[in-house]
């Protein structure tokens, strides 16, 4: 009923592997093998970006995510408006509206309080562009080598928009497949940054908040099924995890994906497929057929869609996979990642 | 209007030091100078260990802590327990039912898989005990070296009791100041564990979850002013917040304090003061002096309670001050932490 073809290690008298923290097939095991068995509760089981409750009257989303990016400054943002962004964008994935955030830091010693004042500035003003406050936070520090500079976890609450439900398993074949811009710009960003390498214009991360965006699109299609951000792992690796949450095939069309040229060169040289490489600025949208165009047209009348369009369908139900129908009209098995391509990219 | 006398070094250009993690004046300093005028807005100047806000008609408190205690298992915890139950505090000191927790793991390369499970097992029992659940989570693996084997952030979301309203600035003078239990033995639990020194009993810390026993009590005293952990700086740092907040002195009988044997022994042979020693399963209690032997009584009925006692009273408003009256009948300034005693305690 799913892919998993490639044997995974056991984890018993095993150890952490970056692929563990890799967004793809290593995580999913970890979680699956580890936390939800501990953990086990209803909210929980969600296995979403975030965990919807009720409280009072009103429907909640909650999630959370640590950041230890690797360099903490890269072209088109910093690991503060990544923090910020990323929250923001899980809750929206969530079809809520972003409120309150909390900050904690874990710094190393010796670090820069100029840098950390460049952070904290960079964050305000990604708060601001989302309409969140940080509300409440915490700050550790660890003497010098314990941490690398500065790890930042957000959390963050938002209130679920009425009449909205997200949810991987609402996934339906005959579905539109749509992305909000090109993909694979942070990862490549932050790649070419963290070794030094130059091309002729320098590629930035796409980092930024879909909140505004993704409201709007909800208040006029509010039959969206799903909405997920791309991030560890890539767009290959989350429509796996959607297909497995809701047992569908879906088809993407090679000829449709937006990459930059300048992306397309640099994961050229570098052999990476921008279907692996991470997007932080994006947002897959699982729609039903009659909405496609209209999604497509209001995500593109904001600046973080611009480039939005439709890149699949969801073929068919019974079986998860994700194929791609390549240039010269061949197709192939897209895989969920499996070891880890770039740690460190969030 | 309040006691700052030390020095403290500007911060521009200057780099982070352990103190300004140590919970006292550094972290204050930086809290103030950095991230308050950066992310200001009413709820974060609550200042408090959570924010408290409204959620349609509910009123929600929510906080976050990140852990990074070294060593990751001790005598009374482990770095699992000791994360959910600081987070299930912090709520409780807002006057809150803790409902739901989230938990994210930034772990390094090559930690073995069997004391991850270890630290699970011991959240989920942890979460249990008090009755919350974890319903998100992240997990970011860095590589070898880049972090301390595991840094834990929960952050956690309840509801407040209705009729409750807990805050600092509610602290008047003729209140009665109460601890939940005996003082120290986290941080002399840890510092003797990390140094290899053994006495005769072990110490254990303390880490346990108050939730339970606080709402009982704000279910028989809602007039309760102040509810507050003294982790990081301790008893000392704490009530220091609380005489700044309020403007009030606090006057603490050095004979009433409850420190065990053990740990009065251990804190002598190290130089410690057990005053500013850092404590994971006590509270502070201000209430009204006629609720004074009520509160105690309360407190004592649960496990968690059973040393409870009354340790001083606010004596006057117009100064922030926190004095000691010494078992020779002197009084001496109670200053709040400055430098760090104690690193990587939680």
């Given amino acids: 009923?799913?892919?998993?073809?490639?044997?995974?290690?056991?984890?018993?008298?095993?150890?952490?592997?970056?692929?563990?923290?890799?967004?793809?097939?290593?995580?999913?095991?970890?979680?699956?093998?580890?936390?939800?068995?501990?953990?086990?509760?209803?909210?929980?089981?969600?296995q979403h970006d975030g965990a919807v409750f009720n409280a009072g009257n009103s429907r909640l989303a909650y999630t959370t995510d640590s950041f230890v990016v690797d360099p903490i400054f890269f072209p088109g943002g910093d690991i503060g408006d990544l923090a910020i962004n990323g929250t923001v964008n899980d809750l929206a994935c969530c079809g809520a509206v972003p409120l309150y955030l909390t900050a904690?830091?874990?710094?190393?010693?010796?670090?820069?309080?100029?840098?950390?004042?460049?952070i904290v500035s960079s964050m305000k003003r990604a708060a601001d562009k989302a309409g969140v406050s940080i509300v409440t936070g915490d700050t550790k520090v660890v003497d010098r080598g314990k941490c690398d500079r500065i790890f930042i976890n957000t959390s963050g609450v938002g209130i679920v928009l009425e009449?909205?439900?997200?949810?991987?398993?609402?996934?339906?074949?005959?579905?539109?497949?749509?992305?909000?811009?090109?993909?694979?710009?942070?990862?490549?960003?932050?790649?070419?940054?963290?070794?030094?390498?130059?091309?002729?214009?320098?590629?930035?991360?796409?980092?930024?908040?879909?909140n505004n965006m993704l409201r709007n699109l909800l208040e006029e299609v509010p039959s969206v099924h799903v909405l997920r951000d791309p991030t560890r792992g890539g767009v290959a690796s989350t429509l796996n995890e959607i297909a497995e949450s809701a047992n569908v095939t879906i088809e993407l069309d090679e000829a449709s994906l937006p990459v930059s040229p300048q992306v397309e060169a640099a994961c050229e040289l570098l052999g990476f497929d921008p279907l692996y490489v991470a997007n932080e600025g994006g947002v897959l949208v699982i729609v039903?057929?009659?909405?496609?165009?209209?999604?497509?047209?209001?995500?593109?009348?904001?600046?973080?869609?611009?480039?939005?369009?439709?890149?699949?369908?969801?073929?068919?139900?019974?079986?998860?996979?994700?194929?791609?129908?390549?240039?010269?009209?061949?197709?192939?098995?897209?895989?969920?990642?499996s070891g880890e391509q770039l740690p460190r990219i969030c």
């Fill in 288 to 337: 039903p057929e009659e909405y496609a165009q209209k999604t497509t047209e209001l995500l593109r009348n904001h600046p973080e869609g611009r480039n939005a369009c439709r890149i699949g369908s969801v073929v068919s139900e019974g079986k998860a996979q994700v194929r791609l129908r390549t240039i010269v009209q061949s197709s192939r098995i897209v895989d969920m990642i």
């Fill in 104 to 118: 904690a830091f874990i710094i190393e010693e010796g670090f820069a309080i100029s840098d950390l004042k460049k």
């Fill in 163 to 210: 009449g909205i439900n997200i949810n991987p398993t609402r996934t339906k074949a005959g579905d539109a497949v749509i992305i909000s811009g090109r993909i694979a710009e942070h990862g490549i960003s932050i790649l070419t940054c963290r070794e030094g390498l130059s091309f002729e214009s320098s590629i930035k991360s796409d980092t930024a908040s879909l």
């Fill in 1 to 46: 009923m799913n892919t998993i073809t490639c044997p995974i290690p056991k984890i018993e008298n095993e150890r952490i592997l970056l692929a563990h923290g890799g967004g793809g097939r290593m995580t999913g095991k970890l979680i699956h093998d580890i936390f939800y068995p501990a953990f086990s509760n209803p909210l929980l089981e969600q």
